[in-house]
C-alpha cells in the first residue's frame, strides 16, 4: 500500500512477479503482470471497467450508482469495450498439441519461445494412466470415461518413450551440426512450448468461455480453469457478472424455435435431431421436463 495525493493504493499482485499455476505434468500458467496495477484502497481491478463505462456513457450510467450494478449491467447487454480497459499479461507453458488450439485465439498478443534460436527443454507431456481417456461414441470430437487400464499403461509408456528417444536424437543430431530450425522436426508434439500471452479481460472471457466448457479438450480445460481463478481472484465483480450471464458459463441461450415451445408447453423445437436433443437438454436444466414429458403435462 501506498499513499499518492492524500489516496492509498495497492498492487493488485500484492507486488509479485507472477502468480503462478502448475498445469499437466510440466506446465503452467502465471500472472505476470496486469493492467491497471495500481488500484484506490477499497477498490478492486473490477473498477478500472468501471471508470471508462463511465466516461463512455455517462448519462446512460449516471442511474447506476454501485459499481457491481453497472459491471453488470454491461455484461448482461454486451457493452463490452469497458472491459477490454482491464489487461491481463501470462507466461504459459503448455504442450505443442494446446498451444495449437489456444493461438487460434486472434485477439492476444504472443510471444512464443523460438526453436530456431534456442534449443527446446527436455519437456514433455505424459498424461498420467488414469487420464487416459476413450473415443467418445457420441461425438467424433470428443474423448470421455477411461480407456482400459492396460491399453492405458502401454500408451503412457510409449508416449515416454519415445519423448526420451526422439529428444536424445534431437540432441545429437545438433551436436553433428544439423540447424535447430530443421533438427527440431524430429519432436513430437507432446513438447512443451512457452509463450507470453497479453490479453484484454473482454476477449480473455470469450477464450474462457469456450475453454473452460465440457466441450473443449480437457487438457487445455485445466489451463483455464486455473487462469479464471486468476482474474476472478483480481476482478470478482467482472468474474461473477461473467459466470452468471455467459450462455457457455452459467447462463443459456434460447433460439425463437425453442422459446415458442416453452410458451406452448410442448417439448418439440426443431426437426433437426441434434438441435432437439439440445433443447431437450436445456428444457431439464430449467427443470421443465423429466422422463421425456413437460412437467406441467
Ligand atoms: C470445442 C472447440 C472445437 C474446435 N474445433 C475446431 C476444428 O475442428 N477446426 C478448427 O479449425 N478450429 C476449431 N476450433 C477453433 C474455433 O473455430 C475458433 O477458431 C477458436 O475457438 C477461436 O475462436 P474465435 O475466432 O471466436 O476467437 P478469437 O480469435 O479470439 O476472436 C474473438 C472474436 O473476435 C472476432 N474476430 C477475430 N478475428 C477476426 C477476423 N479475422 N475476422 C472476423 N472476426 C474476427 C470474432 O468475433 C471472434 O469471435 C474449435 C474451438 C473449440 C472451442
Redesign the pocket.
Known amino acids: 500500500m501506498w499513499a499518492e495525493g492524500g489516496q492509498e493504493f495497492y498492487d493488485p499482485m500484492n507486488n509479485a512477479d507472477r502468480i503462478q499455476i502448475n498445469c499437466l505434468d510440466h506446465g503452467f500458467a502465471a500472472l505476470v503482470d496486469i493492467m491497471p496495477r495500481r488500484v484506490r484502497n477499497g477498490q478492486t481491478v473490477d473498477h478500472a471497467i468501471e471508470e471508462a463505462a463511465r466516461v463512455s456513457y455517462q448519462n446512460e450510467t449516471r442511474a447506476i450508482n454501485t459499481t457491481r450494478g453497472l459491471i453488470r449491467y454491461l455484461m448482461r447487454h454486451t457493452h463490452t469495450t469497458p472491459f477490454e480497459m482491464v489487461e491481463f499479461k501470462f507466461h504459459c507453458s503448455m504442450p505443442i498439441t494446446i498451444a495449437r ?1 489456444w493461438i ?5 498478443n504472443v510471444n512464443e519461445v523460438s526453436g530456431r534460436y534456442s534449443v527446446m527443454p527436455n519437456k514433455f507431456f505424459t498424461p498420467h494412466p488414469n487420464d487416459i481417456r476413450a473415443q467418445s461414441n457420441k461425438s467424433k ?1 470428443v474423448s470421455e470415461g477411461q480407456c482400459d487400464a492396460l491399453t492405458a499403461e502401454e500408451f503412457a509408456n510409449y508416449v515416454d518413450r519415445l519423448s526420451i528417444e526422439t529428444y536424445g536424437k534431437y540432441e545429437e543430431f545438433i551436436a553433428r551440426g544439423v540447424g535447430r530450425e530443421q533438427a527440431r522436426i524430429v519432436l513430437p508434439p507432446n513438447l512443451y512450448t512457452e509463450w507470453y500471452w497479453k490479453i484484454d479481460l473482454h ?1 480473455l472471457f ?2 474462457l468461455a ?2 473452460m ?1 465440457s ?3 480437457k487438457e487445455i480445460q485445466v489451463y483455464a480453469k486455473g487462469m479464471f481463478q486468476m482474474v476472478k481472484q483480481m476482478c470478482p465483480i467482472a468474474a461473477e457478472a461473467f459466470e452468471d450471464y455467459h450462455h457457455m458459463v452459467g447462463g443459456m441461450k434460447l433460439s425463437r424455435l425453442e422459446i415458442e415451445a416453452i410458451a406452448r408447453g410442448d417439448l418439440v423445437a426443431s426437426d433437426n435431431a441434434r438441435e432437439q436433443a439440445e433443447f431437450i437438454e436445456k428444457m431439464k436444466r430449467l427443470g421443465l421436463c423429466r422422463d421425456g414429458k413437460p412437467l406441467a403435462a
Open positions: 488450439q487460434r485465439h486472434r485477439t492476444a470430437q476477449n470469450h477464450f469456450l475453454r466448457h466441450h473443449a479438450q
